[in-house]
């Protein structure tokens, strides 16, 4: 039985991210759509204390496998994957709102929350209902709890992209007072923020999986999507810093872990405006301390820098926008089994 003292755990989907960009139209990319509405339910569902994660919250690219490792990894109690929608051609239905769930999933469980959410969704403005239907998603397919994946209006018609942009917040809202009703709780609409957001400790962070994600993909390395910084997530970035120090400098470190003299010597001190993989490595670790670097692309940019100014802030760390060998401990950890 769910409460507010025993709130569910939702999982935030932005569909797309990244090279992926999804449907487009006239430059107007339903990634940057999605990410935008994944952030507003996200926020809304910390203001009436219900813990969530998401499977992006800036503009990379998760696999749909990941998504759904992901939410099963968390022990989700729902999973909301947000889209647009998009056709070859403007026709006269081409407009809209719908709502899917797997071909198998019981209506009396996903089918009600898509349900409910559908329905608070329409209650705010569209221009049709397009209804609950069924589909063959690989997120619906590989998730372990009920989930739905909805299609917020045709990316393609200009007055779907009017109502998108002109309800957001409404819409936000929406979602999350149709997820609330699906687990017998009402929504505090007016007292938003009242309800500090809910600290689980099983509660993984997206920002963490992501760097878990790119640390695995750039770096061809094992790394399990805990959604934690925990001791093996630290140990792998080591070997991957000892990796890009070797690809960028020809340091020739042995890539043992161990965050020793010999590598922080060929470490040194990294500026704004730096770039390659140990930049990338810094962004990821970055990540992990849930500072977040803007997109993680190797170049040390303005948000790379204000990250670790950030950082070095609450390290107590002089606040020089460059990352020393100092600045560098602090961000793996100081845990002495990462020290030689």
Known sequence: MFNRDNPPLIVVDPGHGGWDNGASW???LEKDDNLRLGLEVYKVLGEQGIPAIMTRDSDVFVTLADR????NNAGAD??????????????PTTNGVENYIYLTAPEETAGKAAQLVLEEVVEVGVQANRGVS?????VLRKTQMPAMLLEMGFIINEIDNQLFDEHLQDYAKAIVRGIM???GLAID???PGAHHPYKCPPCPSASVMQGQLLLGDRFGLGVPLTGYYDNLTRQLAVIALQLALNRDTNAQLIADGMLGAKTLE??????PGSTGNVVLLLQLLLMFNEHSPGRPDGMYGP???EAVRKFQQDRGLAASGAVDADTLISLVGNSQQFFS
Do not use: C, M, W
């Open 266 to 271: 060929a470490f040194g001190k990294v500026y």
């Open 181 to 183: 009703q699906y687990f």
């Open 303 to 305: 948000d790379t820098e």
């Open 26 to 28: 006239e430059g107007r």
């Open 68 to 71: 759904a490792t992901i939410a």
């Open 78 to 91: 729902l999973f909301v994957s947000l889209h647009r929608n998009s056709y070859p051609e403007q026709t």
């Open 189 to 191: 609409e007016d007292s």
């Open 134 to 138: 069924r589909g063959d998603y690989y």
